[in-house]
């Protein structure tokens, strides 16, 4: 071919992907007559809902990038690379667990209304192996069902990792990396799936009319009980509570990462709020998920804003971590309700999310119990308060409300706590002394986050 014949092919591609593009569009603008006179049918549904659980699911996962770069960010230098390790493997560990085992003891048949099945593993219904396997007159029996089997798996399991991610930061820098694995694995295969039984799994509290939206109580207070019941087990890190019981400050090693883990975290949880309307077959749905996504941001906005405000008087400076953790505070208290109309109370529910916030951080110093990121305010204070304002602005029973709060906390907690304990009696929870200041990415690991940093000696309990 000749260079101006090349030139002339090479011209005429852009003109047929532009017509193409045109005529696509004219066919596209056409449809939605055809569509609204129609309806929607079940397998357009079908692709639509299906579609909206694998695409918020995944956001949902990038939220265990948001944890490992606040909690890497917030600890030393020395522990950073054991915070990666820990949240690729408490992720790794959610999903195999919530297979085998967690999502049919969550939505199997519950007995009792208190959990479901002991069946192991997971997979697609008969129907779509069938379907898959060239039996294309399935089709419709399949979109009967409203979405496929394995991405409603797939956005459930994210859920549980989120949960478990809760824990890894408040026992940052002295819990044991295989002891944090076992608890992690019961967390996730047993206690997390009984209380998703209760709940939404369709069990004794969703009877009562216990109302929790995308999970304030159901994944965020419950990641919260553990974490305080592993925070009274391990202990407070070495150093950090002086002899005369006032806080020695750590303040955060890389404050751009926490702040980058905070934004991937708000960018994720429009999958966690969104992706709970569990549709996005009608007009219904896509309004409703607007709305949700709308309060999930104003809500966090207000977090942070509050937070900062009363972060003077109650903490005693500006504080930008208690900033960060504001709108984390927010967010999570906006998850048990976001899909109210009235925005005005996803305000509301933000700024005084942030408020606790800031008022847990500074209670958990007064009572000297170490929680590394402001994990216990953030997701269990919040939690709590957001479960509770769904009486306030999206129509729950503040009776079943408070029921479902202490019954989950109690429930966790009890578990949580006697486990840990076990794990101290058996394998051991905390690291040793000398592994602890050295730190557990040279004392564990053999590898450095910073290699060009030099480790130096930090105070100790006894250098006071």
Same mark, same amino acid.
Request: contains cysteine; hydrophobic residues 55%; glycine residues 12%.
């Given at each position: ?205 969703? %009877? ?5 939206? $995308?999970? =304030? ?5 419950? #990641? @919260?009980?553990?974490?305080? &019941? +592993? ?105 048990? %309700? ?5 925005? $005005?109370? =996803? ?5 005084? #999310? @942030?408020?606790?916030?800031? &008022? +847990? ?104």
């Amino acid at each position: 071919m000749s260079t101006l014949a090349t030139v002339l092919a090479q011209r005429r591609i852009p003109v047929i992907l532009a017509a193409t593009g045109l005529a696509s569009l004219a066919i596209f603008l056409a449809r939605p007559a055809v569509a609204h006179a129609a309806g929607v049918d079940a397998e357009s549904a079908f692709v639509f809902n299906t579609f909206a659980f694998l695409i918020w699911g995944v956001l949902v996962m990038w939220m265990c990038a948001g944890f490992t770069m606040l909690e890497s960010g917030s600890v030393r230098t020395k522990n950073a690379s054991m915070i990666c390790l820990k949240n690729i493997g408490l992720y790794s560990i959610a999903c195999l667990a919530y297979f085998v085992l967690g999502y049919n003891l969550m939505y199997g048949d519950i007995v009792g209304g208190f959990i479901g099945s002991f069946g192991l593993l997971y997979g697609p219904s008969a129907d779509e192996v069938a379907l898959v396997g060239g039996q294309t007159d399935l089709a419709a029996t399949v979109a009967d069902t409203g979405y496929s089997t394995m991405s409603d798996w797939f956005f459930q399991m994210v859920f549980v990792a989120t949960a478990a991610s809760i824990v890894s930061g408040a026992l940052a820098e002295r819990v044991k990396m295989w002891s944090f694995f076992l608890f992690t694995l019961v967390l996730t295969a047993v206690v997390y799936p009984i209380v998703g039984a209760w709940t939404w799994g369709g069990g004794w509290l969703d %009877g009562l009319g216990f109302q929790d939206f $995308a999970g =304030s109580t159901i994944v965020h207070s419950t #990641g @919260g009980w553990a974490a305080l &019941a +592993g925070v009274l087990v391990v202990g407070p890190r070495l150093g950090k509570f002086r002899k005369d019981g006032s806080m020695r400050p750590s303040p955060p090693s890389n404050i751009l990462v926490v702040t980058l883990g905070v934004f991937i975290l708000w960018f994720g949880w429009f999958g966690f709020n969104g992706g709970s309307q569990l549709a996005l077959g009608s007009a219904a749905d896509a309004v409703a998920m607007s709305n949700v996504l709308v309060n999930t941001t104003l809500a966090g906005a207000a977090g942070v804003l509050a937070a900062l405000v009363c972060s003077r008087p109650i903490l005693g400076r500006m504080d930008l971590f208690a900033g960060l953790n504001g709108a984390i505070a927010g967010l999570v208290s906006i998850t048990a %309700g976001p899909d109210i109309t009235n925005h $005005a109370w =996803s305000l509301l529910i933000g700024a005084v #999310g @942030g408020v606790l916030c800031v &008022a +847990g951080i500074k209670l958990l110093e007064r009572v000297q119990l170490d929680d590394v990121v402001g994990a216990i305010p953030a997701h269990l204070v919040a939690g709590i308060w957001g479960t509770l304002a769904t009486a306030i602005a999206a129509g729950a029973n503040v009776g079943v409300q408070l029921i479902g709060i202490l019954a989950v906390g109690a429930f966790v907690f009890t578990v949580s706590f006697a486990l840990w304990k076990a794990l101290e009696l058996t394998l051991r929870v905390r690291v040793e002394p000398d592994i602890e200041r050295l730190g557990q990415d040279a004392g564990e690991l053999g590898i450095e986050a910073y290699p060009e940093f030099v480790l130096m000696p930090e105070l100790d309990d006894e250098d006071d």
